[in-house]
């Protein structure tokens, strides 16, 4: 029985070897990480990550071949194959501060390989990476003192939070990128292997290590850079009477566009987009290409712009003040599907109305309690699972993440409950605005002109 040890227990390494212990019962599959709570959680029913349908993946399997274990040091030299799934957030500090990738964690894991072997290896990086960074972790594990053969794979992730499993039961495609030598393809082919248990071989791509580092960040600056066009697009409906959901239609319609990534929104959140585009932009200028870094920037510059703007329509309709207005935040994940709010528009939403000293009630179906704890510093935010309590004498109603739930509320029951004249910013034009107005909301949508209502609701 081979042995595959997975460090970092995250959105991405928790799931992912999850389904791979699934489909391979022949591998042992060993999940750790240096945070002892998430292993202890892994090991619960409460898993630490909310992913539909991960839960049933793990009971199947957990226990059977797969584990988690806080002992990472312990458990390295067990591993045939070593999958490298820990953050690479963006770098806060010093040279390329709030741009570049920050790889501490990554080279410390490195380190801790290099250190902790005596046995051959394969190295495969999972995290997102800047391109060549194989390089820099070939040098550190060929560095060891052990002398062992080490072979560096480079197998990016491209699943998306609250689809996981769907996304890794039936990938678009599994990337795997290794070194051209004998050695290099061999590893390539153990990869191979063990996704092809599941995913058709035509859907398993290989290439060498640097095109695949650096496909993994184009997929995301490709995704992010649709949403910011769409947004932009957006702008200039919302100043001209069309209608961005329209325009999108016709233009996803053209097979060459294609219809996905093109919905007008507060703009795009998570731990990746914006991280994995500064890191390219920046990566484009240390090669020496500013034009190319500022195209690529250009993008993320745009995302902020709608954050802002979404707050300033919310400004102008208010009669320019929302000092001491209750406004009902619906939502606060960075998308639906998930209790993931890093990066959450929802956050750089309320830092904004906070200092416009808007009073906030924010209220979420699945991320309340990180909400709470990204939140715990403001002033004026109180906090409630349920959106009837939360809209109670609200002057608005900000949709800021796009729950499904939210289109099956009383809407008529929340407004007979809100302060007059009810506002409702939908800004992921989620719900039915003709039928919000005929109920006496003044609705305010995304990418198209509001809807006041009828003289006589009023
Ligand atoms: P995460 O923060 O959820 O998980 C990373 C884990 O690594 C943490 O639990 C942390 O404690 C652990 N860790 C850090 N250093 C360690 C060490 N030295 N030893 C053991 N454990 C250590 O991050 P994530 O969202 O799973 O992302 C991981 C990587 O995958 C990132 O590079 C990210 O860009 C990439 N990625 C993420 C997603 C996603 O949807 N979240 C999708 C594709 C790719
Ligand atoms: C994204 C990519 O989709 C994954 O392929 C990738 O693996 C992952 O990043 C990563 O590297 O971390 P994720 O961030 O989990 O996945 O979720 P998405 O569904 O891509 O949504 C990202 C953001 O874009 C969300 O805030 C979402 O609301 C927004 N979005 C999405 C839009 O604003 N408009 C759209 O049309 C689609």
Redesign the pocket.
Known sequence: MKTIVC????????PTMAVIAKHCPEYRVEV????AA?IAAWQTDSLP?YEPGLLDVVKAVRGRNLFFYDD?EDRIDRADIIFV????PTKGFGEGAGQAADLQ?WE??AR?IARCSTKAKIVVE????PVRTAEALEAILHASENDVAFEVVSN??????GT?IRDLEEPDRVLIGARATPSGQAALEEIVKIYAHWVPRENIITTDVWSSELA?LTANAFLAQRISSVNAISALCERTGANVAHVSRAVGMDRRIGPKFLRAGVGFG???FR??ILNLAYLCEYHGLPEVAAYWRQVVELNEFQKRRFVRSMLGAMFNTLAGKRIAVFGFAFKPGTS?T?DSPAMAICELLIEEHAQLVVTDPRALDNAREDLKDAPDCAFTPDPYEAARGADAIALITGWPEYRELDYERIFRQMAKPAFLFDGWNELDHEALARIGFHVYRVGAPPLEPPPEST
């Open positions: 460090i970092g227990a995250g959105y991405v390494g928790g750790v990480d240096v945070n998430r990550i990472v799934s820990v953050n690479t964690y410390r894991t801790q999972k995290s997102t990476l990016p992730e491209f699943l998306a939070e996981a993994k998570g731990s990746c991280k994995d993931d890093r």
